[in-house]
Structure formats: structure tokens, C-alpha cells
């Protein structure tokens, strides 16, 4: 889960019990009154709000000791929680329309939209040589990435991205990759890009896969995994 995913848990569940801290407030000031100070129900509720709502005006039926220290219990009380559910709203709010919510709402939206595109996991060396191709021969494509100076340069460029671990099914779904035609697969660790053929091949089995290898041994690995195409860069340089 990413850090905007964290950020967004939070906030609902902070709402959530802003909102369940208030329906509280406002209960115990409407029994309290009702069952301990002898109000009528409708006397009750109305002596409840405007003790939450802290408007001054005067009290429906004359209190005693009890009720006032009653009344300024539910008065401090409501200060503390209303204080608490404005700042949570007031943060609720400020995230769902934020400038960063946004734009991943929308680079969402255009990823849902295409179709026989390419998925480029890591953009590394390898995975902007891959970009870089890609782009020359007009292919739609979308690159996933979790580092974050890699992400910056990716909005740089404006292309098209997932920020995130590509290992992760759920990343990979967001990538499209049940409309996906092909997948390439640049990361560093072999294991990763063994894994991430395997994840791709379980969730869309006709997809196509380069992936790339640092080791001889990974070769088999990758090719079972569902790998088409194993490239090493290290031995090509070498060759070359």
C-alpha cells in the first residue's frame, strides 16, 4: 500500500470516528436530560443542542447544582470534539481535493483506457532505454515505479506511471494488465522479475513477457515463470 493509500486510510477513519464521537456527544446530552433532569424528549434534544452549539441562550427549565455541573460537562466536552471533527473534516476534505489526489485519479483513468498496451516494470537504465523505444514507435505503454526520484522524472516527462512495487498483483491489475499485450520486466533482482512473470502469467495467461536477467541461471527460471524473451545487458555489452 502506498504512502497516498495510507494517507486516504487515515483520514476515513479519522472522519469516521469524528463523525461517531458527535452522534455520542449528542446522545448522552439528550438521555441525560431526559432521564436524570426530567425534560420532555423534545426539551431534552433542544436544551442539547444549543449546549453543544454553545449559542447562549438560557436554559429551558430552571437547573440545579447537578444539572449545571451536568451542563458544563457536556459544554467542555463538545469544545474538545467539535474542535477534533472540524480539523479531521477540514484535513478529509482538503485531501479528496488536493492537486496530488487528482492527478493520480486521472493518470488512473487513462490507464483504464487503453488497450494491447505495453507494462514496463522499473525505470532504471534498462527500463528508460525500453521507454525511450517505446515512445519512438508510438506505443502506448505504462511504467511502474516506486522510487521516488524515478517517479519525479517521470512526471517531468509526462508519461504515464504507477507508483508502486510491481511484485504486488494489485499494482499490476492497476496497470491494466488484463488489457496489457505485452510486459517487460527490467528490475535488478532476478527473484523480483521471476516473481513478477509469474504474477503476470497467473492474472492474464496470454500475455506477452521480455524480462530481463543478470544471471545465466535465471534464464531457466524466467523462460518457466512464462518469460518469452530473456535479455542479459551485461553479457550483450560484454559481446559487443
Known sequence: MNQLQHKNEYLNTGLINALILMALLLCFGILGYYFF???ALVDAIYMTVITVGTVGFGEVNPLDSSGKIFTSILILLSIFIFAYAVTTISAFLISVNSIDHYKKRKMQQKINALKDHTILCGYGRNGKQAAIKLKNYKKAFVIIEQNQQAIRMLEEEGLIYIEGNATDDEVL??????????LITTLPSDSD???IALTAKQIHPNIHIYSRASEDSSIKKLKIAGAQHVVMPDKIGGEH
Open 173 to 182: 491489475i492497476r496497470a491494466g494488465i488484463q488489457n496489457a499485450k505485452f
Open 193 to 195: 522479475n521471476v516473481f
Open 37 to 39: 433532569f426530567d425534560y
